[in-house]
């Protein structure tokens, strides 16, 4: 958050959207037009009379409507153009108005009005759907991807899949970065690119090639960034530059439906069957459970700046994160882990499954049977249990207490000295600092406890 659809079974895609509404089309209008054939076939003189008189009132609305087809058009497909063909009567009173594009209903033409629905303005600038239509689309969508045996996986792009940072930004320290940078014309084989036309410099996270090729066989995948439009485009290209992954699926603040917030109301699938990748939890309060908090990418000098660390960037030190154990490689084997017991070891009806309790089953794996006493750690005991660490630590599996005893494997503390850490080295139970419990959060794996010493203050 530094700034600021594909396969043809799915109907998340704005191709696929316009596919969908035209069979609608179809359906409906045989619909109408077995009914005329019927109704005419046993009508009286006196009911053709009738008729004869309605007819001028229909090619009026008809020609109406084919003025607003001049006006609205959706991916190439008309809608108002199928109904003037296919229909000899006017939609205008029995249409539900599913969706609309510029105030118009993409059925029948009429003007509606906005306060109900959602915009999909990523998959057609201006294209508005009821709610009734999303939950159509929705359960549509979830059958199909379910019967290929997938989940929709939403992406974050600054400091998830990639860093950026603007070239006057750069330090001296990382001016040989510019010499480095691969060419825009090879993008599916870079890393870091240099974008004058923008002013930037962006690097993809280690590993970012094959995460996605992998993940991409699991779920249909979405890129929902903070940045604006034209910076979220730019980075899919550099992402996915063969639009294999992600299609129309690129999501920015512009299309987003509260500000500053991100929210699964604007993603076409279901929220039981969605997970989220993102570095920044508080972005997604109400989809807390659908979510797997990543470890920030911090290769820019001026990534670190802008969240207070002082210490040198991963370019400056002219390193990088592990492609092998850095987090794209670690959270690609939870999500694995994820879809395999979601299709493979759950007994429910397929439709009926949740992903976001496998998600929790995961999750409280990771420091199961582990037992926990904190010390210092929290200001008082009394709040200890409202402390995001404690709360952390439950997620994962842990139990979690403020009082010593023989049950207890490890003793989290900031300070060597305290009783509890001596009692700890005493009686031979793990001495570990709090960020051993942030660490096994982000690789989703208990870490060594060894490498989380913890060292006494000098004021001891």
Not at 161 to 186: P, R, V
Not at 204 to 210: E, G, M, N, S, V
Not at 411 to 425: N, Q
Request: charged share 30%; net charge negative.
């Amino acid at each position: 958050m530094c700034f600021p659809t594909d396969s043809p079974v799915h109907s998340s895609s704005s191709e696929d959207f316009a596919a969908l509404i035209d069979a609608e089309l179809d359906d409906f209008a045989a619909l109408i037009d077995a009914e005329l054939e019927a109704g005419s076939s046993g009508s009286s003189p006196d009911e053709r009379s009738n008729e004869e008189e309605e007819v001028d009132d229909h090619r009026n609305k008809r020609r109406k409507t084919e003025k607003l087809e001049d006006q609205v058009e959706l991916q190439g497909s008309t809608s108002q153009g199928l109904i003037a063909e296919k229909l000899e009567v006017s939609l205008k009173d029995i249409c539900t108005h599913p969706g609309s594009f510029r105030q118009m209903c993409i059925i029948c033409g009429q003007r509606v009005d906005e306060e109900s629905g959602v915009t999909f303005g990523y998959i057609h600038k201006g294209l508005r759907l009821g709610n009734d239509e999303i939950v159509r689309l929705r359960s549509t969508d979830m059958k199909n991807l379910l019967r290929h045996k997938k989940l929709y996986l939403v992406l974050d792009l600054d400091h998830t899949l990639l860093n950026s940072t603007q070239l006057k930004h750069l330090t001296s320290e990382e001016e040989y970065l510019k010499a480095q940078s691969d060419s825009l014309q090879g993008l599916s084989n870079g890393e870091l690119f240099t974008l004058e036309f923008m002013h930037m410099m962006t690097k993809l996270r280690p590993f970012i090639r094959t995460f996605l090729e992998e993940a991409s066989k699991m779920f249909e995948m979405y890129i929902y960034t903070m940045g604006d439009r034209s910076y979220a485009l730019e980075m899919a290209k550099l992402l996915d530059p063969k639009k294999e992954y992600f299609s129309g699926r690129v999501i920015s603040r512009d299309d987003g439906t509260r500000r500053d917030q991100k929210a699964l109301d604007v993603i076409l699938g279901q929220e039981s069957a969605v997970l989220i990748l993102d570095d920044t939890e508080k972005v997604w309060t109400k989809h807390k459970d659908n979510m797997i908090l990543m470890e920030r990418y911090h290769f820019f000098a001026s990534s670190c700046r802008q969240f207070g660390f002082n210490c040198k960037s991963l370019s400056q030190l002219k390193t990088d994160e592990s492609a092998s154990y850095g987090a794209l490689a670690s959270v690609l084997k939870v999500l694995q882990q994820i879809h395999h017991i979601f299709f493979n070891e759950l007994d429910s009806d397929l439709a009926s499954r949740d992903v976001r309790q496998v998600l929790k089953r995961v999750r409280k794996e990771v420091l199961k049977d582990c037992k926990l006493v904190f010390s210092r750690v929290f200001p008082t005991k009394f709040q200890a249990e409202k402390h995001l660490l404690w709360k952390m630590a439950e997620q994962l599996g842990a139990t979690c207490s403020t009082e010593t005893s023989s049950s207890i494997t490890h003793v989290v503390s900031l300070d060597a000295g305290t009783e509890k850490s001596r009692w700890a080295m005493k009686f031979n139970k793990y001495l570990v600092h709090p960020r051993w419990i942030e660490a096994a959060n982000f690789f989703w794996q208990k870490q060594p406890e060894e490498n989380f010493p913890v060292s006494q203050t000098k004021n001891q």
